[in-house]
C-alpha cells in the first residue's frame, strides 16, 4: 500500500515539478531582496521620497508572494479538491490549536493592512517602545530606536494596547522640549530666548508654528516650566533638533545673566 501511495505521489508530481517549484520560490525570494535594496537605494537618492519608497514594499511583497503561491497551487501542483480540502481542514486545525498567538498576529497584521494605523517611516510609541518603523510583516512590525535598537513588535500588540503615531506618514514631526528654569528668570526673557533659539535651530521646519509655553511649577522649589513645541524636519533628526533647542536657550540665557551681572 505504501508504495502503491508513493508511486501515486510521484505520478502527480514529479521530481521535475518541484525542481519548476523550488526554482519558482528562489527566484522570487531574489527578486523582492534586490526590489528591497533598489528601492534602498532611491531613498538614499531621493530622501525627501524616503517615506515612500520605504511604504512600498511592504504591499510589494504580500502582492508578489500571493501571486507566487497562487500561481505554484493552482496552475502547477494542481491538487484534487479532496486532497485539497483535507490539508486546508488539517492545517486550520492544527494552526488554530498550537499557533493562536500567531494567529492573533496574522489578524492584526491583516487588519493593519486596510486600517494602517502607522507606515514604515513612521515615529511611533508601540508596545512600550518608541521609535521608526522600518519594516511591517504580517505578524510583526520592527522598529528602529534612537540608542541603535531593532526591536521586534509583535502585531497583536495593536489590539491590546494604544498606538501613538508621531508624524503619520510626513517627514516633519512636533518635537517638544521641556525645562526648568529657575523663577527669578524674567518670564518674557525666557519666553524670547525659547523661541529665538528654535527659529535659529537648522533642523527646524519654519514652515510650521512654533509655540512656547510657561507655566508655574514646583519641586522643592518654584521653578519656571518652559515647554517649545516645534517641528523637526525629518522625524531621525528629533533628538537633535531637541538638544540644539536646549543648547541654544541656555546659552542665551547665562549670556544675558552674564551681561547683567557684569552691568552691575
Not at 14 to 35: D, F, I, K
Not at 66 to 79: E, K, M, N
Request: with cysteine.
Amino acid at each position: 500500500m505504501e508504495q502503491g501511495l508513493l508511486k501515486q505521489f510521484l505520478e502527480l508530481y514529479s521530481p521535475w515539478l518541484l525542481l519548476h517549484v523550488g526554482l519558482l520560490v528562489a527566484a522570487t525570494a531574489l527578486l523582492l531582496h534586490l526590489l528591497r535594496l533598489g528601492l534602498g537605494r532611491l531613498a538614499s537618492h531621493f530622501p525627501r521620497y524616503r517615506l515612500q519608497f520605504g511604504q512600498a514594499f511592504p504591499a510589494l511583497r504580500v502582492l508578489t508572494w500571493t501571486l507566487v503561491i497562487g500561481y505554484v497551487v493552482l496552475a502547477l501542483i494542481q491538487p484534487p479538491e479532496s486532497l485539497l480540502f483535507a490539508v486546508l481542514g488539517s492545517a486550520g486545525l492544527a494552526i488554530g490549536l498550537a499557533a493562536q498567538d500567531g494567529i492573533r498576529n496574522l489578524l492584526a497584521g491583516a487588519m493593519m493592512i486596510f486600517n494602517p494605523p502607522f507606515r514604515v517611516g513612521d515615529m511611533v510609541n508601540f508596545g512600550g517602545h518608541y521609535g521608526e518603523v522600518v519594516r511591517l510583516d504580517l505578524s510583526v512590525t520592527w522598529l528602529h530606536t534612537f540608542d541603535d535598537n531593532t526591536i521586534m513588535v509583535p502585531n497583536a500588540e495593536v489590539l491590546r494596547t494604544a498606538v501613538v503615531n508621531s508624524n503619520s506618514g510626513e517627514l516633519a514631526e512636533m518635537v517638544v522640549v521641556r525645562l526648568d528654569l529657575p523663577v527669578s528668570i524674567p518670564v518674557a526673557q525666557a519666553r524670547a530666548a525659547a523661541f529665538d533659539a528654535a527659529r535659529a535651530c537648522p533642523y527646524t521646519y519654519l514652515k510650521k508654528p512654533i509655540i512656547v509655553a510657561v507655566e508655574a511649577r514646583h519641586d522643592r522649589d518654584f521653578l519656571l516650566g518652559l515647554t517649545v513645541k516645534a517641528y523637526v524636519v525629518d522625524v531621525r533628526l528629533e533628538r537633535l533638533l531637541a538638544s540644539d533647542i536646549t543648547e541654544r536657550i541656555l546659552e542665551a540665557l547665562a549670556a544675558t545673566t552674564w551681561r547683567t551681572a557684569t552691568a552691575k
